[in-house]
């Protein structure tokens, strides 16, 4: 029976050139890349009825003309949006079995117990993947908007006010804080927008908008390089489309 296989060498994803000049996940019966002893392949839920596999593969492809790594976030241009989602689930436990190898506990190997859990060999902890949420929001004033550049940014774009949520707080309050300790200003009406899966590497991204109150833009330095307000017609380079940054960008825009 053919099954989606999902490879990985690190954050580059296997894909699979189509005749069409496309690309796709390998459909077949067999992994596209051998196995090695010690090769954990991951059993994740199925795909429109199909079975889905995931395994990491210690060096990429490069001698077969079938196949083509892709970073994963690149990967969302060219595979289809429930390919692409699949990859990012498949990333997300890949990283989460290299990264609990060992209990917590005792220091004892961790094993498999269930397709999304595992248990130590020694006494018996049990341990599931865990999500990192976070919040974003796009702050209204008037026809304007807050936008930033994080200075952890790699290229020139300006984005939205974001950070996680701290224990005890609710997701609304984790807004509001990070509002006014990036920008300084202070919010009210946070509406929610949507959510987004994040993989990189386990996150759950939030999505709000919200509207100004009051306070003077003071840029919280050790994060944030650059901020403003900005109006339709002066925005400068924003984030890229397959983030629920743009998305709330996008939907600004489309307002009248």
Known sequence: MKKYYFVFCKED?????????????????????????WTN????????????????IDAPVTD????????????????????????????????????????????????????ISKKC??????????????????IHKGDEVLLVRAKNFKRDFYGLV??????????????AREAFEETGVTITNIRYFGSQPWPYPCGLMVGYHADYVSGDIHLQKSEIAKGGWFSKDNLPNIPEKLSIARMLIDDWLSTQ
């Open 13 to 37: 994803l296997l894909l699979e050139k189509t005749n069409d000049g496309g690309y796709t996940i390998p459909l077949q019966e067999i992994p596209p890349v051998a196995l090695k002893p």
């Open 41 to 56: 392949v991951m059993n994740i839920t199925p795909l429109d009825g199909v079975e889905v596999k995931a395994y990491s």
């Open 64 to 115: 077969d003309a079938r196949y083509e790594m892709c970073p994963l976030r690149q990967s969302y241009y060219l595979l289809s949006r429930p390919l692409y989602l699949k990859a990012g689930k498949c990333q997300e436990l890949l990283y989460w079995d290299h990264n609990t190898r060992y209990c917590s506990v005792c220091g004892s190997p961790m094993r498999m117990d269930t397709d």
């Open 121 to 138: 060999t020694e006494c018996g902890k049990e341990i599931w993947p865990q999500l990192s949420t976070a919040v974003i929001v796009l």
């Open 162 to 175: 974001a950070g996680f949520v701290e224990t005890g707080e609710t997701l609304e309050e984790a807004v």
